[in-house]
């Protein structure tokens, strides 16, 4: 059994990576990250890939880190987060610069780990009763795959320092009140809603979705006179695309454009 599955619809361009260590609600092993950085390599720079889709098998999206791993030998735990974090981290990376839209479907557990990835996800789709935590205050740690990156830039510094340090539990509500997910669906309708969304972005124009996700990146850390030069080199890099020319012609004769993502 694999314990992360990768599935990719050539007719769509959607891929669907699916955590599947169902047993115990996807926590985080070594071989599990692993397995999570084997599946997403292959999509590094594919421009075939026009959505991704981060979901878990069972009753939980993450649950967040296995702690037995680290329980079975204290003095090997910091080696333990090593060999987790260098399959991680190009994951993390590789998502974030893909010009594909990367749509996170959740339900039961985000904790953790999974809470820190599900941040790092471009849109976040969650069913009724899925709950959100930190938790790393609950271990004694701080942190880690982009937490402290992504939380306050979805949440707000304020907001993400009461969630970080307060361990707090959000239902998806609360998650979805407070910016830290896009929608709430009933948890039947997870997997149909996911599929629509997907198929959704999927037919966008896929270049200047790639172009937004490193702008909006940029715009926390950029003055505002960098950040207007960017969009500009974007926007003037984009007119010579096809889904531009197509765009601006659906746009005036009124009818929908048909984008192949280049």
Request: proline share 4%; with cysteine; hydrophobic share 45%.
């Amino acid at each position: 059994m694999a314990l992360v599955e990768l599935e990719r619809d050539a007719a769509t361009g959607i891929a669907t990576i699916s955590f599947n260590r169902p047993e115990v609600l996807n926590a985080l092993d070594v071989p599990t990250t692993r397995a999570l950085h084997d599946a997403v390599l292959p999509l590094k720079g594919d421009s075939s890939v026009r959505c991704i889709i981060l979901r878990g098998n069972g009753r939980a999206f993450v649950a967040g880190g296995d702690l037995t791993g680290f329980a079975a030998d204290f003095d090997a735990a910091a080696t333990v987060v090593d060999d987790m974090l260098d399959a991680l981290h190009p994951v993390i990376e590789i998502l974030a610069a893909h010009n594909a839209p990367v749509l996170a479907s959740v339900h039961g557990a985000v904790a953790g780990a999974g809470l820190s990835l599900m941040a790092g996800c471009d849109l976040v789709i969650a069913a009724e009763g899925t709950r959100f935590m930190i938790a790393y205050d609950r271990i004694g740690a701080a942190p880690d795959c982009g937490g402290t990156y992504y939380l306050p830039r979805r949440l707000g510094l304020r907001r993400a320092a009461e969630f970080m340090l307060l361990g707090e539990t959000w239902d998806a509500a609360t998650a979805e009140r407070h910016g830290l997910i896009n929608r709430v669906v009933p948890a039947e309708a997870l997997a149909a809603e996911t599929a629509l969304l997907a198929r959704r972005l999927a037919s966008g124009p896929t270049l200047a979705y790639g172009r937004y996700k490193r702008l909006a990146a940029s715009a926390h850390t950029l003055p505002l006179d960098e950040q207007l030069e960017l969009e500009r080199k974007a926007f003037k890099a984009g007119t010579s695309s096809h889904d531009f020319r197509a765009g601006v012609t659906a746009f005036l004769d009124k009818t929908k454009a048909d984008y192949h993502g280049r």
